[in-house]
């Protein structure tokens, strides 16, 4: 066996490309004394070579379960349903940071049998309560104790346990909690096998601290630590992982143990800067740090407490959702899979929230800017100007086992992040920040034109093996297929990404025109023309009236019927008499399951309605086409479209909607059918009902000229009464009710603050 001592910084034993030990602009403290006093500085590690889970391989099983996420910052907790972590899972079930599995075992137990949950609440995202009663041992009757978990994430993990007994007589328990670490990456846990893994150490303990320690060492030198520390009560022993407490237990005398569970990356403590002491004062600081940050959003009232308690849930999963990186902060595309940075979903989930959550969007653009390319690298996909697809910062990224460091194949998310731009600028008239923004437009005006040299529109091919085959946002394997159902030959040009450049020119034009470029918005303007115009006739399927999903590598129509052409609604690249008929073929009974629109005709060869993008329903698709269906004057359309996404809202848990469901029609069931490993929560999800409602008000902003234009707003008929307080513009602050009387949707200004003119069209 090896012995290894823990050391700081770049102090290691073997080169190494770390990021968090090399670069400065990683999320690492700066190199300090230890906040955690109780803490050893140095601790001697000896590798464990026992197989870990009897050396089975990672797995990931793709079939339905129930469990509980909780996230906050850079780090997340997958449970199962009974809120443990169960040894050698292949569900997924953890506590990750930097895309690491710091905790793959969690249970506990009290006199070596496990619990019987009674209830559960996460709603708040960062915490949770459980509540548990005992099963029957020879010490003590069944449902005799309670044992209630309380769960907090602030910068670090804290748990807090309170047992009563309700007993007639004092009993004493012993309680054990098990705690093991593999220190997957995340795309490990995914079911990616390496063929040569690090060191995982031998589990070790500290009297003189009671904590408990796990650590492993990568491929590339850099020491990963998981610190337990019992905060109140000390175990009477830690052995190998487990922590063993002796508690008697008085007639209704409560008794509690606290815990802190804390990272460390080669050395250094993750969250150094946090100096709570207790559960108590981490939870009060963590409630005080959300509602100063749902203080600065828009705040939505209605009459439909259902539809408010849905929506304020969605703050909710925003705030979690935030995703910190080492260039700023971000929107995580979803947990628990892609709890990581995305281009595309961050700048869709951001304009879904733009104007009821003007920050989100600063924070971005201003991370996607940063991480714009700026050299070509055909293993990460980078081009200069490019906007990114995924950051990941585990240690497959780090030592370039996998691109996504960050990875940028994506043929969108650079149009979207422009779009995004424009709109913010609608709404906020910063203009100094879009003058610091220019020389990142410009680069991404630079990409998109060499994109297009050859073929004259946004086409994607795999750059290298490790890369996306589709880079769409249907990004599966088996996305793209001909009317035959085989897989288009690429390069591929998706239609929706042709919509997006369109709209990007057209937002490039209005920002060059603001700051004075006025040439080069005639130029951009033009060429948006000439797209529009060539689009339309090129992917126009004359016998399917109807757009094809897109050309492939020969200027071929990949002609499945598939719900892709919705975006080309929402970006308004198709005249009007198209757009009619799309509209049509869209609310059409093969691409309208009944809880909302699929992915793909049911009556094309490649349609499955369990399939991740070959005839699922995903609620933020539904949202762009249903903003689409209103910019086409489908009114009645949109609005029934809306009420199928909140009438799947309805039948989820919390309300919350999920990534995707399943596609099967509604009368074969009496709620949508779930997709087995759908993300929830997933930001461009938790957008859905924003953007709609959004489509629904019909705002048009104009924050440079001090304007807000209503035109021609409408409400559902369940959503009778809607009010919006806080809506910023410019500098300026209005507080907007609506009401529908079953005909007419009304609009009045309720308070107005600034300089503001609003101008309500009917």
Known sequence: MKSFERVKGDQQGEASTSPYTKEPDMPMPEKQEDEYTSIPADLPYIVDTRPLCQGLPFILTDSAHPRHVMKHGNHFLVLDQSGTIPACNSLGYGYYRYDTRHLSQWEISINDMPLSLLSSNFSKGYAAELLYTNTHTEVVEQQKLTMHRHLLLTDNLWERIVFENYDSKPVEVEVKMVFQSDFADIFEVRGLNRPVRGDRMVPIMDPAAAGLFLAYRGRDGVLLETIVEFMTARPVEISDGTATFKLTLPVRSAQSIELRISSRIAGQNVAAGEKFTSFAAAADAADAEYLRWRHGQSRIATQNEIFDVALELCFRDLFILRQPTPKGMGIAAGIPWYSALFGRDSAIAALQMLPFSIDLAKTTIDVLANYQGVEVNNFTAEKPGRILHELRLGELARIKEIPHSPYYGTVDATQLWLMLIAEYIRWTADMPSLECWWPHIKMALAYMDAEIEQTGYMCYIRESAAGLENQGWKDSHD??????????????????????????????????????????????????????????????????????????????????ISSNPGHCLWTGILDPDKAELVANRLVAPDLNSGWGIRTLSSGAVAFNP????????????????????????????????????????????????????????????????????????????????????????????????????????????????????GLKVGSATIDLALHCDGQSTYCRVLRKQGDIRVIIES
């Open 479 to 560: 996305s793209m297929t001909y009317s035959d159902g085989g897989l288009a030959k690429p390069p591929i040009a998706v239609c929706e990404a042709q919509g997006y450049l369109y709209a990007a020119w057209i937002a490039s034009a209005q920002m060059a025109q603001l700051i004075g470029h006025t040439k080069e918005a005639e130029q951009i303007l033009e060429k948006a023309a000439q797209l529009k115009e060539r689009f339309q006739n090129d992917f126009w399927m004359e016998k399917e009236q109807y757009i094809a999903l897109a050309l492939d590598g020969d200027g071929k129509q990949v002609g499945a």
């Open 610 to 725: 369990m399939s991740y993008h070959n005839g699922s329903v995903w609620p933020h698709d539904n949202a762009i086409i249903m903003d689409g269906l209103r910019r086409t004057g489908r009114i009645e359309e949109a609005k029934q479209l809306m009420q199928k996404m909140f009438e799947v809202m309805q039948q989820q848990a919390e309300f919350r909607l999920p990534e995707l469901f399943c596609g099967f029609p509604r009368t074969s069931s009496t709620r949508p059918v779930d997709y087995p490993v759908s993300c929830i929560p997933q930001a461009w999800a938790v957008g859905t009902m924003f953007q709609m409602l959004k489509a629904c008000i019909n705002f048009e902003p104009d924050a440079t000229r001090k304007v807000l234009r209503i035109v021609n707003p409408v409400l559902p008929e369940w959503l009778m009464d809607l009010r919006v307080m």
